[in-house]
């Protein structure tokens, strides 16, 4: 089932944040990192800047992809 699948993306305030978080729970990283070892791509999606959520994703940064500022970026 996972053959079809590439990208997965997710909104992250009130999502992956919860509670007005503003940092990553440990606990997606290496979810995140084993859905690249499966050749799926993750995005954060979020009406935030793209330099916020490099911010909060700060572990993984650089390993995923963003939709910004309302999908404007």
């Known amino acids: ?6 990208v997965i993306a ?7 944040l919860k509670d ?14 084993e859905l690249k070892s499966m050749g799926i791509s ?12 490099r911010i909060v994703f700060d572990k993984i940064k650089d390993e995923i ?3 910004a500022e309302n999908g404007a970026l």
């Not at 089932?1 to 590439?6: A, E, F, L, P, S």
């Not at 007005?20 to 990192?33: C, K, N, S, T, W």
């Not at 993750?42 to 959520?53: E, L, P, V």
Request: proline content about 2%.
């Open 42 to 53: 993750f995005i954060a999606a979020s009406g935030r800047q793209y330099d916020n959520q």
């Open 10 to 16: 997710s909104d992250f305030d009130g999502t992956i």
């Open 20 to 33: 007005g978080a503003q940092h990553v729970d440990e606990v997606y990283f290496p979810l995140i990192r």
């Open 1 to 6: 089932m996972t053959d079809n699948i590439r």
């Open 65 to 67: 992809s963003y939709i």
